[in-house]
């Protein structure tokens, strides 16, 4: 039961409209582009949101590790593409990967890693102060699919795999990479 409660949590989470931050105007710029275009699926979270979830309480060590994930963000953005069956194109995604490379600033940021899962190519960036990442993207490039995650806030590497995880939702499953390399 315990479970069903955090998943639908999470279904609201979702589906609740968020509000925009200012983030880096190329990365908003490439979020303001995609979202609500046909083809595209595009989530935008905010602070409030992330706040709610902090309030809440269960009895559970996984929602207690969501939790923790969540503390410290500011928003959380996500748009992806992908090809299933006639419903997207190989020249669109390509087209989605290009502008997102020719526009987000990338010297910007430092590279944390670089996963390769059969086609995909998930790479992860940060910036940060000091010893604090206070933004991290991830450009998924994939044979039938791109995703472009921001996220901005106070962000603690350790949580952050589990937050990947844990939502059920298009492109955030590449967040669980973090954990394992």
Same mark, same amino acid.
Request: hydrophobic fraction near 45%; charged fraction near 30%; aromatic fraction near 10%.
């Given at each position: 039961?315990?479970?069903? +409660? ?23 710029? +490439? ?47 996500? $748009? ?16 989605? $990967?290009?502008? !997102? ?11 944390? *890693? ?7 190519? !998930? ?8 010893? +604090? !990442?206070?933004?991290?993207? *991830? ?7 791109? $995703? ?34």
């Amino acid at each position: 039961m315990k479970h069903t +409660i955090i998943k639908t949590l999470l279904a609201i989470l979702f589906l609740l409209p968020a509000w925009s931050f200012a983030q880096d105007k190329a990365i908003a710029k +490439i979020f303001d582009e995609y979202s609500g275009k046909s083809g595209y699926t595009s989530v935008d979270i905010s602070k409030g949101l992330f706040q709610l979830f902090a309030q809440l309480e269960a009895d559970d060590p996984e929602f207690d590790d969501l939790q923790k994930a969540l503390d410290g963000l500011e928003s959380l953005r996500l $748009v992806a593409y992908s090809i299933e069956g006639d419903k997207g194109t190989t020249e669109e995604k390509n087209s989605f $990967v290009s502008n !997102i490379k020719s526009n987000v600033p990338f010297d910007e940021f430092k590279e944390l *890693m670089v996963v390769r899962d059969g086609d995909d190519k !998930i790479n992860f960036y940060a910036k940060s102060e000091g010893q +604090i !990442i206070t933004e991290m993207i *991830m450009l998924v490039d994939g044979a039938d699919k791109a $995703v472009f995650l921001s996220l901005f806030g106070v962000i603690d590497l350790k949580h952050i795999a589990k937050l990947g995880s844990t939502m059920d939702l298009g492109g955030m499953e590449y967040l669980g990479k973090m954990k394992s390399e």
